[in-house]
T-cell receptor, first 112, second 113 residues
Framework: GENVEQHPSTLSVQEGDSAVIKCTYS??????FPWYKQELGKRPQLIID?????GEKKDQRIAVTLNKTAKHFSLHITETQPEDSAVYFC???????????FGSGTRLSIRP | NAGVMQNPRHLVRRRGQEARLRCSPM?????VYWYRQLPEEGLKFMVY????????ESGMPKERFSAEFPKEGPSILRIQQVVRGDSAAYFC???????????FGPGTRLTVL
């Protein structure tokens, strides 16, 4: 069915350390994978996305990797800072449904 | 280029009243999505619309809820005879195509007394 699994649901890391969030999807035809960050009381905002023709994409401290064979993709945040504290949602475009399916979210907390 | 607009930002209704939520997509976007978010929870898909058409309403309760996206004007999510369980943040998003980035509005926070 249309599903995106996201783990972990909560993550606490020391400031300066790295954080990794993992997602899996089931539609082998999926070709677009965005990541959204939602700060408390705010709207979700796109922070990075990747299409299926590449395996990795990086933007400063944020990187996303995609393994199409295994149908999983990950978000990596390096040198974490307090402002990285938020809920992060992964998503995958399901062509069968013509819509983006969101994961359940990961609450990331950065310890000072 | 104004982003996705939603109004009202906050809406308080008593049980049994109607709630009407509006969403104006970004300029040039013809795809609109509505999501519901309970506190501390994820984004639950409700409905996907294009101009004058409902593409997918699989996430929307069959009773009391309806959505439209007319040829002119904003998309409307309508909740009739609201109950306390309808209290949530309702986000709308728009995109240029079904497989394109979705831009979210600021949300409408509905409180049912």
């Amino acid at each position: 069915g249309e599903n995106v699994e996201q783990h972990p649901s909560t993550l606490s890391v020391q400031e300066g350390d790295s954080a990794v969030i993992k997602c899996t999807y089931s539609d082998s035809a999926s070709n677009y994978f965005p990541w959204y960050k939602q700060e408390l009381g705010k709207r979700p905002q796109l922070i990075i996305d990747i299409r299926s023709n590449v395996g990795e994409k990086k933007d400063q401290r944020i990187a996303v990797t995609l393994n199409k064979t295994a149908k999983h993709f990950s978000l990596h945040i390096t040198e974490t800072q307090p402002e990285d504290s938020a809920v992060y949602f992964c998503a995958a475009f399901y062509s069968s449904a013509s819509k983006i399916i969101f994961g359940s979210g990961t609450r990331l907390s950065i310890r000072p | 280029n104004a982003g996705v607009m939603q109004n009202p930002r906050h809406l308080v209704r008593r049980r049994g009243q109607e709630a009407r939520l509006r969403c104006s997509p970004m300029k040039g976007h013809s795809h609109v999505y509505w999501y519901r978010q309970l506190p501390e929870e994820g984004l639950k898909f409700m409905v996907y619309l294009q101009k004058e058409n409902i593409i997918d309403e699989s996430g929307m309760p069959k009773e009391r809820f309806s959505a439209e996206f007319p040829k002119e004007g904003p998309s409307i999510l309508r909740i009739q005879q609201v109950v306390r369980g309808d209290s949530a943040a309702y986000f709308c998003a728009s995109s240029a195509g079904s497989g394109n980035e979705q831009f979210f509005g600021p949300g409408t926070r509905l409180t049912v007394l």
